[in-house]
């Protein structure tokens, strides 16, 4: 991937910044549980939450913490980057700010398609704080 691309949509911590997330599927009722570590400003924070998938927990789980964050998954797309059983997947996450209207993309790529779906949500929060300072 192009340094470009790196720099807009995975090199950017500020003002959240993913440290570690755990997500559990329950079997019985299709709820996810997120148990989430990040930091807000540089300030480490914990939370957890139930939605109806991971994404919807994990947005749970950062406005519980961040009350001010308000958004909205518009659209969500993935892909493989390479075939074999070795292959990262590419999440794409359209979000909008709820209160101002802007919105933006969001990228992650990973192994695991949950943790890339996670980490474009990160992406997406950073630059929709960015834009919402233009």
């Known amino acids: ?61 950062i406005k519980q913490c961040v009350p001010e964050v308000d958004f909205a998954v518009l659209d969500y797309s993935e892909h493989a980057l390479s075939t074999g059983s070795h292959a990262k997947a590419a999440a794409y996450i359209k979000m909008q700010d709820v209160r101002r209207g802007n919105i933006t993309f969001g990228v992650g790529v990973s192994s695991k398609i949950t943790r890339a779906s996670i980490r474009g949500v990160f992406s997406g929060l950073n630059r929709l704080v960015e834009k919402n300072m233009e």
């Open 1 to 61: 991937m192009g340094d470009a691309f790196k720099s807009e949509y995975f090199e950017k911590k500020m003002p959240f910044e993913l440290v570690y997330v755990d997500v559990m599927d329950n079997s019985h009722n299709d709820d996810t549980h997120v148990s989430l570590d990040f930091k807000y400003n540089g300030e480490d924070i914990h939370s957890e939450a139930d939605g109806n998938g991971p994404i919807d927990a994990l947005k749970v789980a």
